[in-house]
């Protein structure tokens, strides 16, 4: 065992010694990742730092050969498994199963901002088969307990406002074309055949309510199909998605996740991103419990790992919650009924941020 594994294991052993009486305060998950053949003894110690700290459950990304494994090891550790797949964002699929945006570009070829934003048209018959066996294929490992939907959803055709000077675009004026999904010829000739509405000759699409109810409802039959089949299997689904919903999922992403048949969902509430601070949680936590009803929100917060600079670091995406800010956030999710909370991510988290968690947690 090499010193950083040991020094893992230490930092465990250590929270659990001095928090042995007490009994997490609210369910408490994180996002985490995992490379192909992974160390098991590393996984190992990683999970039990964070049922240390209090984790009820761990969101897992790794290839489905190495999630039996890793799956059973959060079980041992008296974690829930949520196995974490990206759907929409595919590679090296059939050409004619890319969304086209509204430039007439599939996205295989053209994909908006950046290169793995290759997204897959969730109306496409065979897409749907490939989502749900995909899937089914996931929950059938007997230690995974959710499988939770990742990217289920079209590309953002609106980016968060934070982001907007990164990739140098404004979208004062509503969607970004080339981001715009979708308008092949199956989704353009059922659309007008349900509304009689030709949605090429639109002057502007998005002044079309039933184009953007269109859509949501698209990625609503295909997250209802998922679910019916994990279900089937006596498993759960969770999803990470946009918040809101109205205020930002549909508008952004088509994501009316409160039409979803899920077990639980988490809303990634990253408030860097659209220039918040950490008082919005309350906010838009406040919104996603009213729309849920009796579904669970667990609050996806994103944490700045380089928090003492963060004022030099230009991209959004290196910012997020500093140690000061955990209390305002946690607390104002809770306090607006939030089930749970979610890290982005728990390897992101520095002392000075476990120290201001376990405060609340422990």
Known sequence: MDMR?????????????SCAEKKPSFPLYGWDSVGKNPDLEEVRAKFQNYKAHGFTGICVQADL?????????????????????????????????????????????????????????PANPEVQDYIVSMLTEIAAVP??????????????????RGLWEKYGLDFSNGPY???????????????????????????????VPEWTAFRCGKITQLVTKVCD????????????????????????????WDQWPLDMVFPMN??????????????????EVKASGDMPVISGLFICREWQRKSEIKDPEGHGLLPSEIATAVKG??????????????????????????KLVL
């Open 5 to 17: 594994r040991i020094m893992l294991a230490l930092a465990a052993l250590l929270v659990l010694a």
């Open 65 to 121: 050969a190495d999630i039996p494994a890793v799956a059973k090891i959060a079980h041992e550790e008296g974690l829930e498994y949520h196995a974490w797949k990206p759907c929409m964002l595919q590679s090296g699929k059939p050409h004619e199963w890319y969304t086209v945006n509204r430039l007439g570009q599939r996205a295989d070829e053209f994909p908006a901002y950046v290169q793995y934003y290759q997204a897959l048209d």
């Open 143 to 160: 230690d995974v307990d959710y499988v939770q939907l990742d990217y289920i959803r079209y590309a953002d055709a609106i980016l968060a």
């Open 177 to 207: 074309p080339a981001a715009d999904y979708c308008y092949c010829d199956r989704c353009v000739a059922e659309f007008k055949e349900l509304t009689g509405i030709d949605i090429l000759a639109a002057e502007d699409p998005q002044a």
């Open 229 to 256: 089949a994990v279900h089937a299997m006596g498993k759960k689904v969770s999803a990470d998605v946009f918040p809101g919903p109205d205020s930002h999922a549909v508008p952004m992403v088509r994501q009316q």
């Open 270 to 287: 990253y408030n860097d991103f659209y220039l918040q601070p950490a008082e919005w949680l309350a906010e838009i936590t406040e919104e």
């Open 333 to 358: 999710s809770l306090d607006a009924g939030a089930a749970g909370i979610c890290l982005f991510t728990p390897g992101s988290m520095t002392p000075e941020h476990w120290a201001e968690l376990d």
